[in-house]
């Protein structure tokens, strides 16, 4: 194998892969291969950056997990992602059940910011600073965030990241973005409205959690438009599952699905890299999420690259 994130490197962009577990993990495969610069040159964490895992109670912060990640990453050659700050789920209680004012609120999640992206300045390539704003209708999605400060906390977040750790990248993520619709059209008219206010925002990610055959094909229009504000864009959780049994057909369909993602990307001058959300089906969050759903990664779980990964490498 000649390595994704090498053939990505030579085309001025990243390949890289999320984790979760890793300071448990007893698999030695796995890590061989996550840990394979050539690989996957930059890391994300699945779970260990999210609130819940960094102030599980106010004012107490842990980083065990995600301390011991971006070290083995640094170890094995790779950049990080720091993925999440602002985000509806994965919230304690402390936080997601509100009763907070609005200037409260305010003031706990720039104290999040800065202690849990202050701890990491510097280190990380990029943040995703606000995760999953919206509703499928491009409505913004209830949570204690919106409902308690309105729209108003993006911003707010966005300034504190930037205040905090300014030579990281700074980002709003989401997914059913992908393509052009009502989801994709709202975060467009938040990029085009932060960007005109001279709010700190670098760039979009998209999750680009797909389903094999099963997404609209304006990815290249789509991406292009935020590309025309001065953004950048990147993939940031790419799998692309099927309801199982994993069969040739659908391997095939798969491949080729991953392979027009991976062009659409590349076709964009300001798509700076691909993330996968795990390196390999056995480590995938699909099957616990998508119950009879599966085989969505590169590598199956004898860690053997899959059509898809040879699709991916041949876009390289
Ligand atoms: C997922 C993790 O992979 C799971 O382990 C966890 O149980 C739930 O969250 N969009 C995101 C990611 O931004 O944080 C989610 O990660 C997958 C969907």
Same mark, same amino acid.
């Given at each position: ?30 890590? /061989? =291969?996550?840990?394979?610069? %050539? ?20 004012? &107490?912060?842990?980083? &065990? ?19 999440? $700050?602002?985000?509806?789920?994965? =919230? ?7 009763? +907070? ?12 910011i800065s202690?849990?992206a202050?701890?990491?300045? #510097?280190?990380?390539?990029?943040w995703?600073v606000?995760?999953?704003? +919206? ?12 409902? &308690?400060? #309105?729209?108003?906390?993006?911003p707010?977040a966005l300034r504190a990241a930037r205040a905090t750790d300014p030579s990281a990248k700074l ?6 973005? *992908? ?12 990029? !085009? ?5 001279k709010v700190p925002l670098d ?6 959690? $797909? ?12 991406? !292009? ?6 953004? *950048? ?15 040739? /057909? $659908? ?45 969505? $990664?590169? +590598? ?10 040879? %699709?991916?490498?041949? /876009?390289?």
């Open positions: 194998l000649r390595g994704l994130h090498n053939l990505a490197k030579a085309k001025g962009r990243y390949f890289g892969t999320a984790i979760d577990g890793l300071q448990n993990n007893n698999d030695p495969a796995y890590q /061989a =291969l996550t840990g394979n610069p %050539a690989e996957f040159g930059i890391s994300t964490a699945g779970n260990s950056l999210k609130w819940d895992a960094t102030e599980p109670s106010r004012g &107490t912060f842990t980083f &065990t997990s995600a301390d011991y990640h971006l070290k083995w990453a640094k170890d094995h050659g790779q950049l990080y992602r720091g993925h999440t $700050l602002v985000w509806h789920s994965q =919230l304690p209680n402390w936080v997601s059940s509100g009763g +907070f004012s609005n200037s409260t609120l305010i003031s706990i999640i720039e104290n999040h202690t849990v202050g701890r990491y300045k #510097g280190q990380l390539y990029a995703d606000v995760n999953e704003p +919206f509703n499928e209708d491009g409505t913004y999605r209830t949570s204690v965030f919106y409902n &308690t400060i #309105g729209p108003a906390f993006i707010i980002y709003i993520n989401d997914y059913n973005t *992908d393509w052009i619709g009502s989801k994709s059209n709202a975060m467009y008219a938040l990029a !085009q409205s932060l960007v005109a206010q760039g979009i990610g998209f999750q680009a959690h $797909l389903i094999v055959n099963s997404f609209e094909r304006t990815l290249p229009t789509n991406f !292009q438009r935020f590309a025309a504000l001065g953004l *950048d864009i990147a993939i940031t959780e790419l799998d692309i599952r099927f309801k199982l049994p994993v069969t040739d /057909a $659908l391997l095939a369909s798969q491949a080729e699905n991953y392979q027009y993602v991976v062009n659409a990307c590349l076709g964009i001058s300001r798509c700076v890299g691909i993330t996968t959300w795990d390196t390999s089906d056995d480590y995938s969050w699909v099957p616990s999420t998508f119950p009879g759903e599966g085989a969505a $990664l590169l +590598f199956d779980a004898n860690k053997s690259p899959k059509p898809a990964y040879y %699709a991916v490498a041949n /876009a390289l």
